[in-house]
Each structure stands twice: as C-alpha cells, then as structure tokens.
C-alpha cells in the first residue's frame, strides 16, 4: 500500500489484512505522514541527544539536577486521603476462588 500527497509519502512495508485496512485508512496514513514531516527533525535531534547521554552515562557520568531547577524545601503535598490511611487488606497474589457450588459435574 503507498499513499502519496504532494509533499509526504508513506510506504507499509507489510501484508495489509482487511482489519487493518479499515484503522490505515488514506486520511489516518496522510495525518501519520503530515506528523512525520512536522517532527522528524526534532525526533532526530531528540534521539541524537539521548545516544550523547547515554554514553556519557556509560562512561561513568552519574545523573544530577539542573541547578536552576530546584525548589525550596518549603512545598507541601495534600494530605492522605482517609480511604488510603488504613491499609489492612492487601492483594498480593492471584485470587484463588473457591466457587464449588458454581462448578458442574
């Protein structure tokens, strides 16, 4: 399948099944290509920063803040709602229903 405008141009290098045809439509695949063209050269820079930090990390660096970025010990968060205070009852693993009345024979 190949959907083609004047400027953007999107190839699906794919079996298209009859489900997929029906969510891929010309206008879905022209809205994905109109993004494409608007962002790929800022995902490309974005992708390049993260491969420079990555091996910046690799090479030892240890994350840190910025320090412009941080804020005065002095906020506050709402307090814990009461529903959440007294945690008695927990689910920790998969529910193993007894339903023997339920089962048939």
Same mark, same amino acid.
């Given at each position: 399948?190949?959907?083609?405008?004047?400027?953007?141009?999107?190839?699906?290098?794919?079996?298209?099944?009859?489900?997929?045809?029906?969510?891929?439509?010309?206008?879905?695949?022209?809205?994905?290509?109109?993004?494409?063209?608007?962002?790929?050269?800022?995902?490309?820079?974005?992708?390049?920063?993260?491969?420079?930090?990555?091996? @910046?990390?690799?090479?030892?660096? #240890?994350?840190?803040?910025? $320090? %412009?970025?941080?804020?005065?010990? *002095?906020? +506050?968060? @709402?307090?814990?709602?009461?529903? #959440?205070?007294?945690?008695? $009852? %927990?689910?920790?693993?998969?529910? *193993?229903? +007894?339903?023997?009345?339920?089962?048939?024979?």
């Amino acid at each position: 399948m190949e959907i083609s405008t004047s400027s953007i141009n999107i190839k699906i290098h794919a079996p298209i099944s009859r489900e997929v045809q029906e969510i891929l439509t010309p206008e879905a695949l022209r809205f994905v290509g109109f993004l494409c063209a608007q962002f790929e050269e800022r995902r490309q820079l974005l992708l390049s920063a993260r491969k420079s930090r990555a091996q @910046a990390f690799d090479a030892g660096e #240890v994350p840190h803040f910025v $320090v %412009e970025k941080q804020y005065s010990g *002095d906020w +506050k968060c @709402a307090p814990i709602p009461s529903d #959440v205070q007294d945690r008695r $009852v %927990e689910i920790t693993g998969p529910v *193993d229903r +007894k339903v023997s009345s339920l089962q048939t024979k």
